[in-house]
T-cell receptor
Framework: DADVTQTPRNRITKTGKRIMLECSQT?????MYWYRQDPGLGLRLIYY???????NKGEISDGYSVSRQAQAKFSLSLESAIPNQTALYFC????????????FGPGTRLTVT | AQTVTQSQPEMSVQEAETVTLSCTYD???????LFWYKQPPSRQMILVIR??????QNATENRFSVNFQKAAKSFSLKISDSQLGDTAMYFC??????????FGKGTRLSVIA
C-alpha cells in the first residue's frame, strides 16, 4: 500500500462549487504539505503543517483552506472553485528530522469548468 | 526568500549518453539541503538524490550524481548512461531544514533512442 494517498485522483467540478481534496499518510511523519503544479511554474506551496496544531500559509494560499484532522490526515478545500484553480495538486509529508526530504502522494488532477 | 532557478526548460539526450541539468539557488544560509526530484509521465514525484550543504563530497546514486558548488550556489545533476526511462520532468529543490521545500520550475528531459 502507498505511504501517502490522495483522494480523489481526478475530479471535474463546476465554477462556484466547494471541493475537498484529502490526503492520508502512514509514514508517521509530523509535517504535511499541499502543493499545486502548473505547466511551466513548477510546484508552488499552498499550505503546510508541522504538527496537528500548526497551520501555515504558503506562497499561494488565497482561495484555499486546510484542515489537519489528525497527524495522518491533511485536507485541502476550495471554498468556491474557479477555472484558474485547474491544476495538479500534490500532498507531501516529511519527518522534520535528519534527512528532510519530502514524500509525495500520487497527485489529484482537478479541472474546474 | 530563497529562490531556485532551473535555466533549461527542455533538454534532450541520446540513449547511453550523459546529460547535465543545471540548478542555481539563492540563500544567505550556511546550512541547508538540496534535492533533485524526477516526475515521469505517471506524474509521481520521485526523489533522485539529496545533498547536505555541510558535506563537501558530491552525492552519488548509481547513474545519478551531482556537482555541488557551494560558493557558486550551483547544484547540477549529471545522468550517465541515459536510459529511456529517464525521460521525465526534473525538479531541483531547496530547504533550510525548518522550512518547506522551494522548487525550481523544472527541466523536461527527453531521452531519444
Amino acid at each position: 500500500d502507498a505511504d501517502v494517498t490522495q483522494t480523489p485522483r481526478n475530479r471535474i467540478t463546476k465554477t462556484g462549487k466547494r471541493i475537498m481534496l484529502e490526503c492520508s499518510q502512514t509514514k508517521g511523519h509530523d509535517r504535511m504539505y499541499w502543493y499545486r503544479q502548473d505547466p511551466g511554474l513548477g510546484l508552488r506551496l499552498i499550505y503546510y503543517s508541522f504538527d496537528v496544531k500548526d497551520i501555515n500559509k504558503g506562497e499561494i494560499s488565497d482561495g484555499y483552506s486546510v484542515s489537519r484532522q489528525a497527524q495522518a490526515k491533511f485536507s485541502l478545500s476550495l471554498e468556491s472553485a474557479i477555472p484558474n484553480q485547474t491544476a495538479l495538486y500534490f500532498c507531501a509529508t516529511s519527518s522534520g528530522k535528519r534527512t528532510l526530504e519530502q514524500y509525495f502522494g500520487p497527485g489529484t488532477r482537478l479541472t474546474v469548468t | 526568500a530563497q529562490t531556485v532557478t532551473q535555466s533549461q526548460p527542455e533538454m534532450s539526450v541520446q540513449e547511453a549518453e550523459t546529460v547535465t541539468l543545471s540548478c542555481t539557488y539563492d540563500t544567505s544560509e550556511n546550512n541547508y539541503y538540496l534535492f533533485w526530484y524526477k516526475q515521469p509521465p505517471s506524474r509521481q514525484m520521485i526523489l533522485v538524490i539529496r545533498q547536505e550543504a555541510y558535506k563537501q563530497q558530491n552525492a552519488t546514486e548509481n547513474r545519478f550524481s551531482v556537482n555541488f558548488q557551494k560558493a557558486a550556489k550551483s547544484f547540477s545533476l549529471k545522468i550517465s548512461d541515459s536510459q529511456l526511462g529517464d525521460t521525465a520532468m526534473y525538479f531541483c529543490a531547496f530547504t533550510r531544514g525548518n522550512t518547506p521545500l522551494v522548487f525550481g520550475k523544472g527541466t523536461r528531459l527527453s531521452v531519444i533512442a
